[in-house]
């Protein structure tokens, strides 16, 4: 039996415009379910394990919903061109290296490294074309006791020679060997289907991908109207889709047998959003990457306004932190510029409801997951603040406005537990 109590100052929504926080509280995990936040211990758990992390906030399941483990090497560099460009001039060519499993060793250890060092709890993970290189990666990933849905990841035209599958039949046979391999091989590392985008896969592979996606019961991930020329692009590649959304939906793969989720979404028309809600398609908002490839602002007001499910990406390495924390104050920091300068009746996005899309808003993609309400599956991240000293006492919220926005994950991460299990 994995029974345990966290004591300390805890912090986890309620809804999306409320933050409940109890200064000296108690969480109880039971078998690695939550069974709720109590300001006094309740007799009935008082002989569990105790973990006393008094002083430091306790935060719940953070899931990132969108990031590209390869592209981790080249976070930070390279940040001066749009999307296609970048594609062509950044992340091919690293993605290219990944046929050399030495390569790929070395690398995706720092990146799980990084991750497992981070808040983020649950992630949803593109790879790279490789299947071996991919479950190098799942490999590493299990190895972090976090929970990941993992992608390799199929493209069969408009990339380098030496970055794409020779064929659909090849980049489905990859898949179909991928997938058998490691679909129960680990525990908390889940394959996921993984088309690029649009423009990198044949009509001949979506129909395929679709058919395999229904035989295995898999999650889909994907990139969805991120950028203008890459949606001018889809259209003439899709001519009789209504909108890029449709093009996907018009292969079976936009939600409606699978739990999807799409990165970006900063220009969905109004039709766009209404298939995404009618299909329960996630939204992954990635700020920090639509900033640095110029893409614009997605209207997340809207997105909340309209309840469509909507979580936080980092989009490593198009975002160039792996940081969620980073995530929300920048989630709330393009909003106000959306608010400002492109339309006075999107409210900025508030910090709680930034928090509330990091921890539920995302953790719906992976079950119950993002509270420490009851019956959650129980996840904590213990962040020591005193790394941001203060002349005063400030509030709980207070203090996790601040570990937000100044960063306290850098130096400040105490203890991080994934479904019961401590793994920091
Ligand atoms: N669209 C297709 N591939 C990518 C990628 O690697 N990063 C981003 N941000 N968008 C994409
Ligand atoms: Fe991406």
Redesign the pocket.
């Known amino acids: 039996m994995n029974n345990f109590v966290i004591r300390g100052d805890i912090c986890y929504s309620t809804d999306k415009a409320t933050i409940n926080t109890i200064e000296n509280g108690y969480a109880v995990c039971e078998n690695g379910i939550s069974k709720g936040v109590f300001e006094n211990l309740p007799i009935e758990y008082s002989d569990y394990e105790l973990f006393d992390y008094s002083d430091k906030l306790v935060l719940p399941a953070m899931s990132d919903l969108h990031t590209?483990a390869p592209?981790f090497a080249f976070s930070g560099l390279n940040m001066d061109a749009e999307?296609i460009e970048?594609?062509s001039s950044s992340?091919f060519l690293e993605?290219a290296k990944y046929s050399d499993l030495g390569y790929a060793q070395k690398a995706y250890s720092i990146f799980a490294d990084v991750l497992k060092n981070s808040v983020t709890t649950r992630a949803c993970i593109?790879a790279t074309l490789h299947k071996d290189a991919t479950k190098v990666l799942m490999e590493q990933l299990e190895n972090t006791g976090l929970c990941t849905f993992v992608g390799k990841v199929n493209m069969d035209r408009n990339s380098p020679d030496n970055l794409c599958e020779e064929s659909s039949d090849k980049s489905v046979e990859d898949t179909v060997l991928w997938i058998n391999e490691t679909k129960d091989k680990f525990e908390n590392t889940k394959p996921i289907l993984t088309p690029?985008?649009i423009?990198?896969c044949t009509g001949e592979l979506m129909k395929n991908l679709s058919e395999i996606q229904k035989e295995y019961n898999l999650p889909v991930q994907s990139?969805l109207s991120?950028?203008k020329d890459?949606i001018k692009w889809v259209q003439e590649l899709c001519p009789d889709s209504k909108n890029y959304g449709d093009a996907y939906d018009s292969f079976g793969l936009f939600g409606t047998d699978a739990k999807t989720v799409m990165?970006?979404c900063v220009y969905s028309s109004d039709d766009e959003v209404e298939l995404m809600k009618q299909n329960g398609v996630f939204v992954a908002h990635?700020p920090a990457?639509n900033i640095n490839?110029s893409?614009g602002i997605a209207p997340v007001r809207r997105y909340l306004d309209n309840d469509l499910k909507i979580g936080l990406g980092t989009?490593v390495a198009?975002?160039h932190s792996v940081s969620l924390f980073r995530a929300i104050a920048d989630t709330v920091q393009v909003s106000k510029l959306y608010y400002r300068l492109v339309d006075e009746n999107a409210k900025p996005v508030t910090f709680n409801e930034a928090f509330y899309l990091a921890t539920i808003g995302g953790g719906e993609f992976f079950g119950k997951v993002g509270s420490f309400e009851k019956d959650y599956e129980f996840d904590a991240v213990v962040i020591d603040d005193s790394v941001l000293p203060h002349p005063q006492a400030l509030g709980v919220h207070e203090r996790l406005q601040r570990a937000v926005y100044l960063n306290a994950d850098f130096k400040g991460i105490t203890a991080k537990f994934v479904k019961g299990k401590k793994v920091i």
Do not use: I, K, M
Request: charged content about 20%.
């Open positions: 590209h592209q999307l970048w594609l992340a993605e593109f690029r985008f423009p990198s990139h991120e950028n890459e990165a970006h990635c990457s490839l893409s989009d198009g975002g």
